[in-house]
């Protein structure tokens, strides 16, 4: 998978998923990876807040958890440094952002080209940032949804893989939202993995996520 696209399917991928808070998309990545709904293996959860309650997700389900602690690097690609050796030590080939609270430098994004993933709560490119459910919701749309897309040097903006839209309706209020969009996340997601693992695609125009089988 270097390069523009992937050129082989990565069947066999080592995955390591990011979190800083929740962990519910790693959760339901490890069960829906140990029930065959994509290839590859996850083998190691990544965090950059030691009070994120991902690890105990991590250890109930017996995934490593590696803890780099951003605070003593002078800047982000001092950190970003760290982490990459790291990740070269687990033979990581594929990185699933789930929850990860922490943008990329264009540093680590070149490092892992087309091989970072990440889920975001809106239809990218509407409702950008850490805050998207809240936003969709009070800027009063009637259709909001999940995005999964690979992560380029942009913040939120690159090619898309899969997005699912959502109806909101009358009877929502911010947390029914927030359960729904939830429940949407850990459904597609897997999906979108097992696509980019199994499928032959390439990028169009730096923009385009294009299947070429
Ligand atoms: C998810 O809704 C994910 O889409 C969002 O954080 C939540 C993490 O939940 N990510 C972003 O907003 C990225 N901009 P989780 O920790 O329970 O998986």
């Known amino acids: 998978m270097a390069g523009k696209g992937n050129t082989r399917p990565l069947t066999d991928a080592r995955i390591a998923v990011f979190c800083s808070g929740n962990g519910s998309n790693f959760e339901a990545l490890v069960r829906k990876n140990r ?78 080209k087309n091989r970072i993933l990440n889920i975001h709560p809106s239809l990218l490119p509407s409702f950008k940032g850490a805050s998207a459910i809240r936003d969709a919701f009070e800027y009063g749309v009637k259709v909001t949804g999940v995005t999964v897309h690979i992560v380029n040097e942009g913040v939120d903006e690159g090619p898309i893989v899969l997005q699912r839209a959502l109806k909101i309706s009358e009877d929502d209020n911010l947390d029914s939202l927030e359960a729904r969009i939830h429940r949407l996340e850990h459904r597609i997601y897997a999906e979108a993995v097992n696509i980019v693992l199994s499928r032959s695609w390439k990028i169009v125009k730096g923009r385009k996520f294009v299947l070429c089988d």
């Open 35 to 112: 029930r065959s709904a994509f290839p590859g293996c996850i083998v190691l959860m990544v965090v950059d807040n030691p009070r994120a309650y991902a690890i105990e997700r991590a250890r109930r389900l017996g995934i490593p958890v590696l803890y780099v602690d951003p605070s003593p690097y002078e800047n982000k690609q001092a950190y970003e440094k760290v982490l990459y050796e790291e990740l070269r030590v687990w033979k990581i080939e594929l990185i699933l952002l789930a929850g990860f609270m922490r943008i990329l430098s264009p540093f680590f994004v070149r490092k892992y």
